[in-house]
Nanobody, 127 residues
Framework: EVQLVESGGGSLQAGGSLRLSCAST??????????VGWFRQAPGKEREGVAA???????NYADSVKGRFTVSQDKSNNIFYLQMDNLKPEDTGMYYC???????????????????WGQGTRVTVSS
C-alpha cells in the first residue's frame, strides 16, 4: 500500500506561485518503476490531470499548464513536487497526487490509470 500526503496549498492572487508537495510513505527500490500524477478538481467540475512524471524521467503536462507548472521528484526523500507559477483563477481547485506502479511514456494524465491517492490540498487563486 502506498500512502500519499499532499501539502503546500493556499490562497493567493493571480500571477503568484505555489509549490505543492506529495510525500510518499513507500520507498520504491531503485529497480521499481512508477508514475506519479497531479490532478485537480474545481468545484462542479470533473477531476483533470495536470502533470505527471515517470520514475525514469519523462514528464507530461496538460496543455492548460504547459510552461507554468513543473513536476519534479526528490527520490532520496520520496517527495514529489508540483511547482506552479503564474497562477490563474482557473487553476483554483483541490489538488491531488496519485501513484501507479509501472512506468509509462508519456506518464498518463487519466485518473483511472492511478490506484493510490492522497487526500488533496486546496489551491485558491483570486483575480
Amino acid at each position: 500500500e502506498v500512502q500519499l500526503v499532499e501539502s503546500g496549498g493556499g490562497s493567493l492572487q493571480a500571477g503568484g506561485s505555489l509549490r505543492l508537495s506529495c510525500a510518499s510513505t513507500r520507498s520504491p527500490s531503485r529497480y521499481t518503476n512508477y508514475c506519479v500524477g497531479w490532478f485537480r478538481q474545481a468545484p462542479g467540475k470533473e477531476r483533470e490531470g495536470v502533470a505527471a512524471l515517470d520514475s525514469n524521467g519523462p514528464k507530461n503536462y496538460a496543455d492548460s499548464v504547459k510552461g507554468r507548472f513543473t513536476v519534479s521528484q526528490d527520490k532520496s526523500n520520496n517527495i514529489f513536487y508540483l511547482q506552479m507559477d503564474n497562477l490563474k483563477p482557473e487553476d483554483t481547485g483541490m489538488y491531488y497526487c496519485a501513484w501507479k506502479w509501472g512506468g509509462w511514456k508519456p506518464p498518463p494524465l487519466t485518473d483511472s490509470s492511478y490506484n493510490h491517492w492522497g487526500q488533496g490540498t486546496r489551491v485558491t487563486v483570486s483575480s
